[in-house]
C-alpha cells in the first residue's frame, strides 16, 4: 500500500468515514466474494457485504486517489531537477567495438580506436571494392546476353 493514500481519509455516500487502506481492503474482499459468487454460486458474503451496488460505489473512491498519486510520482519523477543535469547519451550514436584482449600499454584508447577505425575503413574498402567488381561483371555479363 502506498504510504501517501494509505491514512487519507475517505467517506462513502452513508458518511462512514475510513481510510483508504480500510476501503481498499472492503473493495478486495468484494471483489473476491464476487469472484467466487461467479465461479462457485456461493453469493451469501458477497451480497451480505453489499454486492455490486456497494463494489461500484467503493472501487473508484479506491482506484481515483491510487491513479493520482501514480500520476503525481510519475510527473515529479521527469521534472526532478536532479535529472536535469544529466547528459543525455545520442541514441543514434556509432561506436567501434573494442576486440583487444589485455592490457596494451603501447600508446592508449585514442591509438587502438585510431587502428581500429583504420582496420574497419580497410576491410569496408575491400568489400566496396568486390561489391564494383560483381555489379562490373554483371554489367558485362548482360551485354553479352543481349548481342
Same mark, same amino acid.
Given at each position: 500500500?502506498?504510504?501517501?493514500?494509505?491514512?487519507?481519509? /475517505?467517506? &462513502?455516500?452513508? &458518511?462512514?468515514?475510513?481510510?483508504?487502506?480500510?476501503?481498499?481492503?472492503?473493495?478486495?474482499? /468484494?471483489?473476491f466474494a464476487k469472484q467466487s459468487c461467479l465461479m462457485n454460486n456461493e453469493c451469501d458474503e458477497f451480497n451480505r457485504l453489499g454486492g455490486d451496488a456497494r463494489l461500484m460505489e467503493i472501487d473508484p473512491m479506491v482506484q481515483i486517489p491510487r491513479k493520482t498519486d501514480e500520476i503525481r510520482r510519475d510527473s515529479q519523477k521527469e521534472t526532478n531537477p536532479n535529472n536535469t543535469y544529466q547528459d543525455e547519451q545520442d541514441p543514434t550514436k556509432v561506436s567501434t567495438p573494442n576486440v583487444t584482449r589485455g592490457a596494451d600499454h603501447s600508446g592508449g584508447k585514442k591509438k587502438k580506436n585510431y587502428t581500429n577505425i583504420i582496420s574497419n575503413s580497410q576491410a569496408l574498402s575491400e568489400e566496396i571494392k568486390s561489391i564494383k567488381y560483381l555489379i562490373e561483371y554483371m554489367n558485362n555479363n548482360n551485354k553479352k546476353q543481349n548481342l
Open positions: 500500500m502506498n504510504s501517501n493514500i494509505e491514512k487519507k481519509p /475517505l467517506t &462513502d455516500k452513508k &458518511d462512514e468515514t475510513k481510510n483508504h487502506q480500510a476501503f481498499a481492503m472492503e473493495a478486495s474482499r /468484494l471483489k
